[in-house]
């Protein structure tokens, strides 16, 4: 019972005081008795005046009991009881809802998303509906899906809207960010309930840094699941038209699986394998597929187990790009070893006559000749006549020594030479904006031009003499060729894997300004870069399902995370932690006044004690003959008196 206008100190204080001078009335009322007489023919004046004394016991105690008892329940009245709340504030509990990708697993006729819904709101009842509740969703991240609450409405539409993701659980973190937010938004913590299979990272399956309020309600989970773990793609090295290819499968059960594999290219076989896994373990099937043109690359696995998201996985791979190349020379058989030994490369040659402007290509080559009209598309220039040279020629020297190159630029970038001495050479007087490749101390050889078309032109014959003989020349043409056309010579890369963290191994050397993340939208991702003493590792972080492509340079890795990331074991709940829906409490109603009710036995009370001993005899009689039965023995115990 709770008073609202009173403390208990001073409903006592006021009763006692108002009793005690009830009592007191009682006591110093005088003593003069109504006497009936026939006449007063024979009564004579009195000289001295009648004395007065006060009684020294109280004549009706009935009387006085049932006053002071009615006005002790008038002051209770005024005091404002309240039945029911002995709380008002209630307590703030954090539910923290498992959305993570297992939860789609079936059971039974549903998933196991219902189940933790219906746990969810099982918890909801038991506790008062005085309390708040927060109801966060944990995956990869916790996300809060209400703020402390106590509308019931709210918090079970939040419930029933929840859906499982795409992510692994990542248990910590998410019982960190329910214990942060209820010591800083919350005045009387109550628990942290975790509700969910509780399927976490192997890290993660002996977790005891809990907190101390923490309560879990686990649900029902399948064990036997066997899915798709990851799946990579590269062009083969020794063979630009091939495609290797590996597969990744893991058993996430308890007992031996044998699975089968199988790859299907544009709806077409592409290879099968049968594997045999233990159980919690890895294995890894490797393919090779021709493939010119783009298509989808499909894995499946012929399994059916209580989790089919990860038994299927598709890929997007682009059609084999080359490098169209025109050459218009005299001596064809000088260059032909240069492109021919670029499989990237598909080279066309043809002499100086047949030249045209116009020709589809993606590089033209001019060999030692100046056309009429320069080429509509990129173009090299090796040794040009003086005359038509698109960058001007200063002189002309023999027997000159190639002294230094200009790593700084993609052009120039590992290319080293020693002791080259060039027996005839262009020196050419590059314009601003010019990017010097190659020099000598008579002046650079080798200059190339960014504008559109891009230029690059060259001051020797790359097929005579000394640089005939040296790695860098043909490392200078295929420089020169991916600075111009830079799709044909991408390195791709392509892998499907699981959502949520992604590292990626890159050069040590390799700079972070020159790295770029970008999602499907082509929009940049945060991203950090590790370094190692073997190397460097970037990480990035993709909570959703969609594609993201890491650029570094000429190498590409596209990353489509299609795969739901699934928890390789299953959390260990320490026995000391509260286990279970706790039993519902009574229904706490609303707040009951109980002041009418002490009101009216207070007036009834005060209204019969007028009744029965009131100064009015007609009253008094009316009522001694209705209840006579029943206060015979007051009445004469009153009359003795």
Do not use: C
């Not at 009842?125 to 019931?152: G, K, Q």
């Not at 893991?250 to 044998?258: A, H, K, L, T, W």
């Not at 005359?387 to 190639?402: D, F, K, Y």
Request: glycine share 8%; hydrophobic share 45%.
């Amino acid at each position: 019972m709770n008073f609202l206008n009173l403390g208990l100190g001073e409903l006592l204080g006021l009763v006692g005081a108002i009793s005690a001078g009830v009592v007191a009335l009682y006591l110093l009322d005088r003593s003069k008795r109504r006497q009936l007489v026939a006449t007063l023919r024979f009564w004579s004046a009195a000289d001295v005046r009648t004395e007065l004394k006060h009684r020294r016991r109280i004549q009706q105690p009935w009387s006085l009991l049932l006053q002071l008892l009615s006005l002790a329940l008038l002051l209770t009245a005024i005091a404002g009881p309240q039945l029911g709340i002995f709380d008002a504030a209630g307590r703030d509990h954090v539910i923290v809802l498992d959305t993570s990708a297992w939860m789609g697993s079936r059971v039974g006729q549903g998933i196991l998303m219902d189940q933790a819904k219906a746990n969810a709101r099982a918890y909801l009842r038991s506790i008062p509906r005085r309390d708040r509740v927060m109801l966060v969703r944990a995956d990869a991240l916790a996300t809060p899906a209400t703020a402390f609450e106590s509308n019931r409405g709210a918090l079970e539409s939040a419930i029933q809207q929840s859906q499982p993701g795409a992510s692994a659980l990542n248990l910590a973190q998410a019982l960190e960010f329910a214990d942060r937010a209820q010591k800083l938004q919350s005045q009387r913590p109550g628990e942290i309930v975790f509700v969910g299979a509780g399927r976490v990272s192997e890290e993660e399956a002996g977790l005891t840094t809990l907190p101390a309020n923490l309560r879990v309600v686990t649900t029902s989970s399948a064990q036997e699941n066997v899915g798709l773990r990851k799946i990579g793609l590269r062009r083969s090295p020794t063979a630009p038209d091939s495609w290797d290819i590996f597969v990744v499968v893991r058993n996430y059960g308890v007992r031996p699986q044998s699975v089968d594999l199988g790859l299907q290219f544009s709806k077409s076989p592409a290879g099968s394998r049968r594997l045999t896994l233990r159980p919690g373990t890895e294995e890894q099937a490797t393919f090779t597929y021709a493939a010119k043109s783009g298509g989808f690359l499909e894995a499946r696995l012929n399994v059916r187990d209580a989790f089919a998201q990860d038994d299927r996985a598709v890929v997007e791979l682009p059609p084999q790009i080359s490098s169209h190349v025109v050459v218009y020379s005299s001596e064809p058989q000088l260059l032909r070893p240069l492109f021919a030994a670029n499989p990237q490369v598909d080279a066309t040659f043809e002499s100086p006559e047949k030249y045209d402007p116009a020709i589809k290509a993606d590089v033209v080559v001019l060999d030692r000749f100046a056309p009429p009209s320069a080429p509509h598309a990129a173009s090299i220039w090796i040794q040009p006549p003086a005359a038509g040279s698109p960058v001007p020629v200063g002189a002309t020297r023999t027997g000159v020594r190639l002294d230094q190159w200009h790593p700084e630029s993609p052009l120039g970038a590992g290319l080293r030479t020693r002791d080259v001495t060039l027996e005839s050479a262009e020196m050419f007087s590059p314009a601003a904006g010019d990017i010097t490749v190659a020099e000598t101390t008579e002046g650079p050889v080798v200059v190339a031009r960014g504008t559109n078309p891009k230029q690059v032109v060259i001051g020797f014959n790359p097929g005579r003499g000394a640089m005939k003989y040296q790695l860098a020349t043909p490392l200078l043409f295929a420089n020169i060729l991916r600075w111009m056309t830079p799709g044909a010579f991408r390195q791709w890369e392509f892998q499907a894997g699981t959502v949520g963290s992604v590292n990626v191994a890159v050069d040590k050397d390799a700079k972070p300004q020159d790295i770029r993340v970008l999602d499907g939208e082509n929009r940049s991702l945060p991203f950090t870069v590790d370094v190692n003493n073997s190397g460097n590792s970037l990480r990035f972080f993709s909570g959703a399902p969609g594609t993201v492509r890491v650029q570094m340079g000429d190498r590409e890795m596209v990353y489509s995370q299609t795969l739901p990331d699934v928890g390789e074991a299953v959390w260990r709940v320490p026995a000391s932690v509260h286990k279970g829906v706790p039993r519902a409490v009574a229904a706490d109603a609303a707040p009951r006044d109980l002041w009418p009710w002490l009101a009216l036995l207070g007036g009834i009370g005060l209204l019969a004690d007028w009744l029965l001993y009131g100064r009015s005899r007609a009253f008094r009689l009316r009522a001694s003959a209705a209840m006579a039965p029943h206060f015979k023995r007051m009445t004469q115990w009153r009359k003795a008196s």
